[in-house]
């Protein structure tokens, strides 16, 4: 019984009839469909949807989500994900009827308590961020990225500027160099210095009066902090260009560090990685940016302002890039997002950036023994190890441990990123592990590295799937159901 | 072809010249070197013929179930001629990077090879280097 509920998808649960909603009887006056939407729009094919009895797909549901890795039920170390344990309380208030029973269309004067949550969550962003504007619609930190390039480019034109390069280091995230591509900016990599920094000697071979922006993430994806970033900064600025922080990485330095006060000009928040909100797997998200005054007339409308005792949707902003998200974004998310900081407070938010790069530099100290990480002896929230040498000595790939590892009970951690280690694992604790987890992540890297090759290679032999056939996926990749 | 008598970029391109209609011809590949840290391809994309193409700029990209990276060109020129069996089949890039698995013709602009390419030692050293 188990296994038909477990291994088939739900359209092979599929039974004529069957039903898990009872929908009320239409109270509103029927119109035919062909009346409101126009022919050339209408589909004629009745989608092929699972008809399925509530029982049977809340079995179904129930015994994928079991099968799960998730943060709730295991050690989750996956690097540049900050992937901390998400307190329950910021789900019990971003599920109050007050706000979940809101409508999108009501009048500004009836959700003035949603607005000065907005209002106030936009005020702490641009402290965190040490920059003057903030917009919360974004949907996700890609789309903050974009949102901001967009806010460039808008900003070059609007001084009769033709700056057509993004400067991206080799590090970044990808989504890094798809955003500018997207805004209609040439991507130009730049290599990193041999301790894995932007160097600004490098830097200074590729500004010139094209350069647009610098898109940098501090710390980077080395989990070090780019130590230049005041001198790069000003290089960028001396050569007429912005710099955008990739603010992935914020759980490191939030509370301490100030991205304003060294130089950026622009910057998202991933609330998914720092706040506490839910990784979406592309469910909702909030990706807020933050700019300074000078880019602030570009931000996309409406901007929630507070004028004469009273919360206001200004919409009112000629020079803004438009809309980027319908309404005012994913309100539930930033909700949490809210409560978060809230909870924490200003002080605890600098203890849990301290408590991460704890964590981290204390798996690190403990790792780095069993597996080389080639840059760095200190790191912020996350460092990289390399299973190179063991690959060359014992033909066990970073894969082969990452796999492993599930079967040890832990969730692997991101491999083969960045680029610039070989065999890369790249592990970020976050805050909110203790030293027993820690200790029993280190003592599993420890006893695999003992197993035979053999066995790692076959590796997980616990799980309910072992190995996927990741490149047949993604050459003939199956999108739709089919009979 | 003899890897040997190949010349590199710093990128992972191996480029062999031919002389044709009093012109140079470049054929243009990955290395072997290249091919087995991307691990299995899943996605290749080349530049079409009679695209102008410049040294060191990105002209097609491939994918691999790890990474994704540009293919640069070797040299300034215009494409004559693109291997359509290795878009097709990503197994002959992986099995014989320096003969069936060979990417594109191009014509050069001029005929010279730029500064800055490799002789095969120098790209063993430049391989040897980036591995831990």
């Known amino acids: ?483 | 072809m003899n890897p040997e008598e190949l010349k590199f970029t710093p990128t992972h391109e191996w480029v062999h010249v031919n002389e044709a209609d009093g012109g140079w011809v470049a054929t243009v590949g990955l290395t072997q070197h290249a091919v087995a840290a991307l691990t299995d391809l899943v996605f290749l994309e080349l530049p079409k013929v009679g695209q102008q193409v410049q040294a060191a700029k990105p002209m097609g990209v491939v994918e691999s179930i790890k990474a994704v990276s540009d293919i640069y060109s070797p040299v300034d020129g215009e494409v004559v001629e693109v291997n359509q069996a290795v878009v097709d089949q990503l197994n002959l890039l992986s099995q014989d990077p320096y003969g069936e698995g060979w990417l594109v013709k191009i014509k050069l602009s001029e005929n010279k090879l730029p500064d800055g390419l490799l002789d095969y030692e120098g790209y063993q050293k430049q391989c040897a280097a980036e591995s831990y």
């Open chain 1, 1 to 483: 019984m188990h296994e038909r509920y477990g291994s088939k998808t739900i359209f092979e649960l599929h039974k004529p009839g069957c039903q898990s909603v009872r929908w009320p009887a239409c109270d509103v006056p029927c119109n035919e469909i062909a009346e409101l939407i126009p022919e050339e729009y209408l589909r004629h094919e009745v989608p092929s949807l699972p008809e399925v009895a509530e029982p049977d797909l809340v079995r179904h549901l129930s015994i994928l989500a079991a099968r799960n890795m998730c943060v709730d039920s295991h050690f989750y170390p996956l690097g540049s994900c900050t992937m901390k344990y998400n307190p329950k309380r910021h789900e019990r208030w971003a599920q109050l009827v007050e706000f979940t029973h809101l409508h999108p269309y009501q009048p500004e004067e009836s959700i003035q308590g949603l607005l000065a949550l907005l209002y106030s969550l936009q005020q702490m962003l641009s402290e965190i961020a040490g920059l003057d504007a903030v917009s919360l619609h974004p949907a996700a930190g890609a789309q903050g990225e974009l949102t901001a390039l967009l806010m460039a480019a808008a900003y070059f034109r609007s001084r009769g500027e033709a700056r057509r390069h993004v400067l991206v280091p080799d590090v970044a995230h990808g989504t890094n160099p798809a955003s500018a591509k997207m805004a209609g900016f040439e991507v130009v990599q730049i290599r990193s210095s041999p301790a894995g920094i932007a160097d600004p000697e490098i830097l200074a071979e590729h500004l010139g009066p094209s350069t647009a922006v610098l898109m940098i993430t501090n710390p980077n994806t080395l989990g070090l902090f780019e130590k230049e970033i005041v001198r790069l900064c000003q290089m960028v600025h001396q050569a007429g260009g912005l710099v955008y922080l990739d603010g992935a990485n914020m759980n490191a330095i939030c509370g301490i560090a100030q991205p304003g006060k060294f130089g950026i000009d622009m910057m998202h928040f991933n609330t998914h990685k720092t706040f506490s909100t839910p990784h979406g797997s592309g469910g909702p998200g909030a990706g807020p940016v933050a700019v300074t005054a000078k880019l602030a007339p570009f931000l996309p409308v409406p901007v929630v302002v507070y004028e004469d005792g009273r919360y206001r949707l200004d919409y009112d902003r000629p020079l803004s890039i438009g809309r980027v998200r319908s309404f005012l974004g994913n309100v539930g998310v930033l909700i949490r997002a809210y409560c978060y900081l809230r909870t924490v407070g200003a002080a605890g938010l600098k203890q849990v950036a301290e408590l991460a790069v704890l964590n981290a530099n204390y798996l690190l100290h403990k790792v780095g023994k069993l597996l080389p990480v080639p840059y760095g002896q200190r790191c912020m929230h996350e460092f990289v190890a390399s299973a190179a040498k063991v690959k060359a000595e014992r033909s066990i790939s970073a894969m082969d441990i990452a796999k492993r590892l599930l079967d040890y009970g832990f969730h692997a951690p991101t491999v083969y990123f960045p680029l610039v280690v070989r065999e890369a694992l790249m592990i970020e604790p976050t805050e909110t592990e203790n030293k027993e987890t820690l200790d029993a992540f280190s003592a599993a890297i420890e006893a695999i590295l003992r197993e035979p090759a053999e066995l790692l290679h076959e590796a997980p032999h616990h799980m309910p799937v072992s190995r996927p056939d990741e490149v047949r996926a993604a050459r003939e990749p199956i999108l739709v159901w089919r009979e």
